[in-house]
RNA sequence: GGCUAGGUGGCAGAGUGGUUAUGCAGCGGCCUGCAAAGCCGUGUACCUCGGUUCGACUCCGGGCCUAGCCUCCA
């Protein structure tokens, strides 16, 4: 079995071969760091951290790039309402970030450039694409010709003159050509710039990535991923500027986009004003049940976002745990290989729902085993789990999570368990079921085992 | 207007030219003082109209509907 991903440039699924098993390359979209994030913007941290963790399954070495944008004009914007600099802004949202994705179980890449650490490179790309007639100096900006990129629109199979038509925005006069885009532009005194040989400016939002990828990655990489958003402009532009500086036929032999996150259907956007912030969710759900939530739907498709299904998830989860809870050593699970039936639905393009169905599967089966499978067969769960970076957690902390909600004391707990068991064995029912209620109003379940009972934090 | 993707059981969501997805919920059973949890069992699902085929939810064509990109956006 080999690998195969849906490349959106040939719009077909294919089988994966980097150009060096010794060294894949993957780059991925990162955050613009002057906000928090929303889980539109979690959706493709943890589809390609997935990713990561199937290739490094497969391969000794995967060199996986995940950029920082810390230079932008909404940063400038952010920066400039609160009276600070721009450090201030990208510091914070950054440091939430990485916060906030590590609650999903998304790994750090294994390099994470910033766009103000290459600044030099930028210039100097430009500077390429310059005097190779690529780009054109203009009123203090520096443009992408697009004219001279016959492949202009390849990716996002667009046509240029069509793409003059349906212009939607004013053209700037000093474009040569509308679909020309900047890749240095000035900077006022009151706003973050660099010196260039084009005076003091910033760069466009395009050239960084180009930039980066090819600082850490090389100039031609295997595996190049986004949000379906970013195909035009940002990725064609990529493209462009990429292949143009480097002279090369190929920039990212496979493009990944992910589809996105929904709210009744509608796209979640800050413009739409529907956008539900990561930090927040944080506060009331656990990071793992939002991943698995986020993975429960193919990455290709777009996945409508709601509390009920949120509440799903945390209700398999919960079953999940119970059962290594009931029947896992705690024993480390290295030594085991995750499902192979799991294995090869993330071979498959990702296919996400059919590895949860599998892991499932093995749950079923952990569930059903004799006595003396279950260790292995928790072992094997949790192996699992580890490919698709869930069940990590020591059960205890799983369920232990949701009493930050809870008013009670663990103490006050177990005491009013002893006098229900008392008034049980007592056979005073109506007084045991009386303290079960009262529990039960303040959010704990009471599970009668055979050996004691035991409680945990009910599920909302 | 151009280009994409999609319409599957109560809900979410895979997949396949003829055979059980899976999860959540529901229902029946076991267990329990009664429950809960857990386990077992359980569902005549594939937008519409034509076509291809021995056979289509699955392939092809038309239609209807939904969402997205073309502008900052994951």
């Known amino acids: 079995m080999s690998i195969r991903i849906y490349n959106t440039l040939s719009r077909e699924k294919e089988t994966f071969v980097p150009g060096d098993p010794e060294r894949v390359t993957m780059y991925a979209c990162g955050p613009t760091v002057y906000n928090y994030a929303h889980i539109g913007n979690a959706r493709p941290a943890v589809i390609f951290d997935l990713l990561h963790r199937v290739l490094s399954n497969r391969f000794p ?46 790994g750090r890449p294994t390099v994470e450039p910033r766009a103000t650490d290459h600044i030099d490179a930028i210039i100097a790309m430009i500077e390429r694409l310059i005097s190779l007639d690529h780009a054109y100096e203009a009123e203090g900006h520096v443009l992408f010709n697009v ?75 295997d595996i190049h991923a986004g949000g379906q958003d970013l195909v035009f402009p940002h990725h064609e532009n990529e493209i462009a500027q990429s292949r143009c500086a480097h002279g090369t036929d190929t920039f990212a032999r496979y493009w990944l986009h992910n589809g996105f996150v929904t709210v009744e259907k509608r796209k979640m956007s800050k413009s739409l004003g529907n956008t539900l912030i990561v930090h927040e969710l944080l506060k009331q759900w656990p990071g793992e049940a939002l991943r698995y939530l986020l993975l429960s739907a193919h990455y290709r498709q777009p996945l409508d976002w709601s509390e009920k299904a949120l509440e799903q998830a945390q209700s398999t989860l919960d079953r999940l745990y119970g059962l290594l809870r009931d029947h896992a050593p705690a024993a480390a699970s290295d030594e ?125």
């Open 61 to 106: 070495k995967v060199v996986y790039a995940r950029n920082i944008t810390d230079v932008d004009d909404k940063i400038n914007a952010a920066a400039a309402q609160e009276g600070v600099s721009i450090d201030v802004i990208t510091r914070r949202y950054a440091d939430a970030y990485h916060a906030d994705m590590a609650a999903l179980g998304v």
């Open 147 to 221: 004219e001279n990129f016959p492949d202009y629109g390849q990716l996002s199979r667009r046509d240029r003159r069509e793409m003059i038509a349906g212009a939607r925005v004013e053209v700037a006069p000093y474009k040569k050509h509308p679909g020309d885009f900047v890749l240095w532009k000035p900077s006022s005194e009151d706003l973050p710039g660099w010196d260039s040989p084009w005076g003091r400016g910033r760069p466009g939002w395009h050239i960084e990535c180009s930039a980066m990828s090819a600082s850490h990655l090389g100039e031609i990489i």
């Open 336 to 460: 085991v290989a995750p499902d192979p039936a799991v294995t090869e639905a993330l071979e498959d393009d990702l296919n996400t729902p059919t590895a949860l169905a599998a892991l499932n599967g093995l749950a079923r089966q952990l569930a059903q085993a004799e006595s003396g499978e279950q260790a292995l067969l928790a072992r094997r769960l949790r192996a699992t789990g580890a490919l698709i970076g869930l069940l990590q957690q020591a059960p205890a902390d799983w369920f232990a999570q949701r009493q930050v909600a809870v008013q009670l004391s663990e103490a006050t707990i177990e005491d009013l368990i002893q006098q229900r068991q008392q008034a049980r064995q007592a056979r005073d029912f109506a007084e045991a079921d009386r303290i079960r209620d009262q529990l039960a109003d303040q959010g704990i379940v009471i599970k009668d085992g055979p050996e004691r009972t035991t409680w945990e934090v009910a599920a909302r």
